[in-house]
């Protein structure tokens, strides 16, 4: 797929609002017959656009209570040692986000679980005993106003 056209951002822009939407509810919002809309749809996600359908889930309502990020140094550069830190985070389901960014460090981490004790816990027991890891800054989850994640 080559260029995103009018009709095309509309679809997307519908989808990334509620992915349960029907074709013919898609197809009426976006001014197209459900067979063009249908196939518009599926060229999109072949051409790997849209890359999947999730659910929002409200994680309150499941026992999250806490969110932070953490910025993440490093005390080695090196390929394996930003790789072996890769694999443990992978494996740590309080960390819901992990990016690899420039600048003074080398990790953002967005973390979620049930309250402070238990940040506590990941902090202390899981990744201030990672080996590769130099610092640690936290910025605790006021609120979010804005949050268009899925």
């Given amino acids: 797929m080559s ?4 009709i095309n951002e509309r679809i997307l822009h519908e989808l990334s609002e509620n992915g349960r939407i029907s074709n013919i509810e898609l197809a009426d ?33 499941m026992g999250v209570g806490f969110v932070a990020y953490i910025g993440v140094g490093l005390n080695n550069h090196s390929k394996a040692s930003q790789e072996a830190f890769e694999r443990a985070i992978s494996r740590a389901p309080e960390v819901r986000e992990c990016h690899n960014i420039t600048g003074t460090i ?12 238990s940040y506590k816990t990941f902090h202390t027991e899981m990744l201030g005993a990672l080996p590769q890891v130099n610092a640690i800054t936290s910025y605790v989850v006021l609120g979010s106003p804005k949050d268009e994640r899925a």
């Fill in 106 to 117: 080398e990790y953002l981490l967005r973390i979620e679980c049930a309250d402070l004790p």
């Fill in 29 to 61: 919002r976006v001014g197209l017959s459900p067979s063009a809309c249908l196939r518009r749809v599926q060229e999109l996600e072949r051409a790997g656009i849209i890359s999947g359908y999730r659910a929002v889930l409200n994680r309150s309502k």
């Fill in 3 to 6: 260029k995103l056209d009018r």
